[in-house]
Structure formats: C-alpha cells, structure tokens
C-alpha cells in the first residue's frame, strides 16, 4: 500500500469525528492531515489496545525511537518517513510530535488526576499538540490563532472525557479531578458503579460548563484573517460542541450511552461552516 493511501486508510476506518472536516480541504493539505492523524492514531492506539502495561510502555518507547528515525528518513514505518516529509513540507514543529508521545505515556504512568492543572498538562499534550501540527498545515497569518487551536485541543479533549466517562471507568481511567469529585461529594465509587443522583449531575454540569468556557476561549483566538484556512477545525469545534450540548440536554445520562450526533447533521455543519463567512468583530467605540 503506497504512503498516501496508508494515511488515508487509516484515518477512514479510524470511525472518528474528526475524518469528515477533513474532507473539504484541498488535496495537498487533506493527504498532510491524514499522515498526522495516521500517526496520531497509531500512537493512541499502543496505549488503549489491549496488552500488558509493560509492554506498551516498551512499544511506545520503541515507537518514539522509530520516530526520531522517521524523522531522518530511516525508519521502517512508512508512515513515519511520509511524517518527515510532511513537517519539513509545512514547518511543523518535531517537538509536537514527541509531545503526543509524552502525552501518550501519561496515560501509562497514571489513571487519576488530582487537580484541574494536572489534568490540563494531558490534554494540552494529546489535544493541543494535534491542533499545532494541524495549524501549521491548514496556514495562519495571525499568530493569536495558535491559541485558538491549544484552547480547541483542551475542549474537544474535555468532550471526551465527558462523552467517554463510562467506558474510561471500565478500564479504571478517570480522568475528572478528584478535587472536582470532592466539590460535589460524589465519590469514585460511584463513578465506577455507573451510579446516576443529583451529586453527579451537578459534577457533570461543571465539566461541560468548563468545556464551554474552553470553547469560547479558543473562538474568541480564531483572528478573522484565518477564518476561512481554519475551516476543518471550526468544523471540528461545531460538531464537538453540538455533542457538549447533546449530553446537556440529555441530563448528562452518559452512563446510558454513548452519546453522538448522526452522520447526516455532521454533513450539515461541515456544510455551513465551510459556506460561512468571517464574524465581522465590531470595535468598541469611544
């Protein structure tokens, strides 16, 4: 299979949100992205595949080893040379890479967070680092943008974790902060008991409400100049916060389902966002 159609493969079968903003975007720019997702994905997927702790710390180690080859154009991954080729390509800063790495191990080295900060650190790194790969593809003439694409990072990562908190906990992960835990006397037990009470809610409505502010941190970035090569991401940024609000109006009843919104509405946004023009951002008078 050659280098593109690896990438491209990769990321269509990945079942992910992400893949459809891909698909509006010019044909240069969409086969970089998907080799960045492609890595992306395979780097996530050392880590949740199942297999021995140890192990998976040995093959994310051997992974970043294949990297730094990748990045000479020497490893035996296909999918790392294309890599390099694409950063060289669009200036694409190699520490993001090994970021996602680091990211990558964090969920090895631990399954609980204290603070909000500690959780802030993962998510910058799984999340945020993506956006800055992704924003050196897409092209920005404002370098406010970049705040755009780490705060997006953390919302979409926040989403997640919000969406996933059932399925995180049937594998022991849970990434809310205990401090958050202790705000609203619901306990981990029962988190890992699936149990659903007014204590939870309140919990939930916190994470989402944080999740929001995230979001319209990272809008309020998006400078206006950079709008429209920002499309798959203001794509990404819609159809993750239609599912903030899903989960919302759902009553946070995320032990039930997993809760997602149908093909044909992501098209919907896709759509819109790729037709909308700018916000004209009015200047307060004196």
């Not at 404002?142 to 919302?155: M, S």
């Not at 944080?210 to 798959?232: G, I, M, P, S, T």
């Amino acid at each position: 299979m050659a280098n593109n159609d690896i990438a491209k493969y990769i990321t269509q079968n990945s079942g992910s949100n992400f893949s459809i903003s891909f698909q509006l975007l010019p044909e240069t720019k969409r086969d970089a992205i998907n080799t960045v997702y492609a890595f992306c994905r395979c780097t996530d997927d050392i880590v949740d595949e199942d297999g021995d702790h140890s192990d998976k710390q040995q093959l994310l180690k051997r992974w970043a080893k294949e990297l730094e080859r990748g990045l000479c154009n020497e490893s035996d991954y296909a999918l790392l040379n294309k890599l390099n080729l694409i950063a060289k390509k669009f200036n694409i800063p190699v520490e993001h890479f090994f970021n996602l790495i680091r990211g990558m191990e964090m969920d090895l080295e631990k399954q609980r967070y204290e603070t909000f900060d500690e959780l802030y650190e993962y998510c910058y790194y799984v999340a945020s680092t993506v956006g800055l790969m992704c924003s050196e593809i897409f092209g920005y003439t404002n370098k406010a943008t970049l705040e755009y694409a780490v705060n997006l990072g953390i919302a979409l990562q926040l989403t997640n974790i919000v969406r996933d908190v059932r399925s995180d906990a049937e594998r022991n992960r849970i990434y809310i902060p205990h401090e958050d835990f202790e705000r609203f006397g619901y306990t981990e037990e029962e988190l890992l008991n699936c149990q659903y009470n007014g204590r939870f809610m309140q919990l939930m409505k916190f994470e989402v409400d944080r999740a929001r502010e995230y979001y319209h941190a990272a809008r309020n970035k998006l400078a206006r100049e950079d709008h429209k090569a920002f499309v798959a991401a203001r794509i990404m940024d819609k159809v993750y916060y239609t599912i903030l609000n899903k989960i919302e109006r759902k009553h946070y009843r995320v032990f039930d389902e997993t809760i997602s919104i149908p093909k044909i509405q992501k098209i919907a946004i896709a759509l819109t966002e790729y037709f909308s023009t700018a916000p004209v951002r009015i200047s307060p008078t004196a």
